[in-house]
């Protein structure tokens, strides 16, 4: 089965072509959760974009420049061959795409509010935070890179746990 890695990004906007990625999280399964603030110019940024994520509260350069070469090689890593998952896996893909000058993730991605919606039964895909209330997860996202990993972990878990429930013994090795 393929590794799958929970991601979630921070940018100063919504537009890869205008904007850049300011914070980044992952986790590996059920591993711990590791984020970090990345180097970035705030040319083009969209304010709306930076209230919502708090970045004025968040942002620390001298952190930023002192951990994200490292950082970034371990994604790279975590990245190789796996599964991306996230609430909007092709938005955070496509600033990942940018940053890392590549695509180092299988092709297929994850996106958890449309996985859980037959869990939560929903006629098209939840929010986030309101896919974490449907499956009744105590995690809730805040626009932190971290905590959303966290919240598309718990959702993504939490909609399996529903799904098994659904499946005999015998064909659980469909999954």
Same mark, same amino acid.
Request: proline letters at 5%; zero cysteines.
């Given at each position: 089965?393929?590794?799958?890695v929970y991601i979630d990004i921070e940018s100063t906007g919504l537009?890869?072509? &205008?904007?850049?990625?300011?914070?980044i999280a992952y986790a590996v399964g059920d591993g711990e959760v590791r984020s970090c603030l990345i180097p970035h110019t705030l040319e083009n940024a969209d304010p709306k974009a930076l209230v919502i994520?708090?970045?004025?509260?968040r942002w620390n350069y001298k952190t930023a420049q002192a951990f994200s070469a490292g950082f970034l090689s371990d994604l790279v890593?975590?990245?190789?061959?796996?599964?991306? #998952?996230?609430a909007n896996p092709r938005f955070d893909a496509a600033f990942l795409k940018k940053l890392l000058g590549r695509e180092v993730w299988h092709?297929?991605?994850?996106?958890?509010?449309t996985?859980?919606?037959?869990?939560?039964? #929903?006629?098209?895909?939840?929010?986030l935070l309101q896919t974490c209330e449907s &499956?009744?997860?105590?995690?809730?996202?805040?626009h932190s890179a971290a905590a959303d990993v966290e919240a598309t972990r718990a959702a993504?878990?939490? #909609?399996q746990d529903v799904y098994d429930g659904w499946r005999p013994a015998s064909e659980k090795w469909l999954t």
């Open positions: 089965m393929r590794r799958i537009d890869v072509d &205008l904007h850049q990625v300011w914070e994520g708090r970045y004025s509260e890593d975590a990245l190789d061959g796996s599964t991306l #998952a996230g092709y297929r991605l994850l996106d958890v509010p996985y859980a919606m037959a869990a939560i039964n #929903a006629d098209t895909p939840l929010g &499956l009744g997860t105590n995690a809730r996202p805040d993504h878990l939490a #909609a």
